[in-house]
């Protein structure tokens, strides 16, 4: 993977102070299990937050529910400064047409965001590709990407539309070292640039260096919650 | 930046463009709908030999009944690929709207089944030896809103059947009933039209109240359909 070109996805508008998304006692409950349980928490513009814990922990359901792909079944989450539009949204599944190119994906998406089809739009689209290192000429479809050059491009199409806010599950799964530690730069700039960005990994070790908060659930509980000068070894190797 | 400084037309386009550019590199839905209708014709033209009064009197029934069977074919793929990688999750965290995701459904599946019909219904003319002895620009007209109500109606359902566990199952149960109306004025306006006895203007009429109004819900509950978890 080549180094990542200058024309990478950064938030058109400056971050402010008010920019935070407030989670109010959030719970979720899916039959008889509580996947999210009364969870409060508040996330600031300009950081990295890092949701830890084993599957089912309830970290994706919490990342759903601030995408507004599913709602709490009791206690709020209230956007300041911020719009849904504005947000981006990593999943664990690809969120791609398999049977289009990379190029053509990201056009489409960028003309849900109000991007026309213009040579503006295509030249954002190609600059985005090229800040997670695909080439943008690349015709092939998707489906015969690797899974690391498709968790590159999911987090392409995330980037799309310069959000504000990044909702990233599992973006390094399947990812090469000199790939996450790639992206790790990327998101480490966008934070910079006054990006609010939560991500959800098992792998704290390649987020360990630029991620600003470390929050841990365990069974849909919010167990705790360091700065990154606070991680311990046990932390890392958990 | 949003989805409002952009037209929905724009985004209808860019599903519309999207569905079609799907459906040329996999041909799933037009392959195994052409196919499927291709073959309902086939047994029927074999299994029967009807004399040309009674081919006018029984083509309409089979026409249809073999299109509504081969759209639900394609009915079922349509939504199958947004599954597929849930990309439906991209959509609904987009600022786009729901409708311009329906209607491009609907536009993109009328033209997948009236591409099959449009190859499949001149077979059908030679294998029944059939004539139309009523006005045969009406046979068009009955086509296109025909046509429409089977894939307005068959989108929403099958959008409505998507997170179901057995969707290919559950479909043709929420589809033909409710197609019963649609489907006996196209009946009706085929045969008159065949076979030339009256005016097919009341089951068009019909035909087409039928369109206005499904499309309409359709447009109205799909935000809601697309949303449910």
Known sequence: ?238 | MSASTNSSGAILRANLAKDLRLEWRSKDALNAMGFFALLVVVIFALSFDPTAEESRRIAGGIFWVAFLFAAVVALNQTWAREMRNQVLDAYRVSPASASALFLGKVLGNFLFVGAIEAVVAPLFMVFYNLRPLGPAWQLIVVFLLGTWALVANGTFFAALSLRTRNREVMLPLLLFPISVPALLSMVEATTTILAGDGSAGMWMKMLAGYDVIFTVAGLLLFELVMNAE
Do not use: W
């Open chain 1, 1 to 238: 993977m080549s180094a990542p070109s200058k024309s990478h996805s950064l938030p058109a508008d400056a971050a402010t102070e008010e920019q935070r998304i407030a989670l109010d006692r959030v719970s979720k409950v899916f039959g008889r299990v509580a996947a999210v349980r009364e969870t409060s928490l508040e996330f600031i513009h300009s950081r990295i937050y890092v949701l830890l814990g084993d599957n089912g922990a309830g970290k994706s359901t919490l990342l759903r529910m601030m995408a507004g792909l599913a709602q709490p079944t009791s206690g709020s989450i209230t956007l300041h400064g911020y719009t849904r539009e504005r947000m981006g949204y990593m999943a664990h599944a690809s969120l791609l047409y398999d049977e289009l190119s990379g190029m053509e994906n990201l056009r489409y998406f960028a003309q849900l965001y109000g991007m026309a089809a213009n040579t503006d739009a295509v030249s954002r689209c190609a600059g985005v590709m090229s800040s997670v290192a695909l080439d943008p000429a690349l015709a092939t479809p998707v489906r015969d990407y690797s899974q690391g050059m498709r968790q590159r491009l999911s987090l392409a199409r995330a980037m799309v539309h310069s959000p504000q806010v990044l909702l990233l599950d599992e973006p390094f799964s399947n990812v090469d070292a000199a790939s996450a530690s790639q992206m790790t730069a990327l998101l480490s700039k966008l934070r910079h640039a006054g990006c609010l960005i939560v991500l959800v990994t098992h792998q704290l070790s390649v987020v360990k260096d630029v991620g600003d908060e470390f929050i841990t659930f365990r069974a849909g509980q919010l167990i705790s919650s360091r700065r990154r000068g606070q991680l311990r070894p046990t932390d890392i190797i958990q």
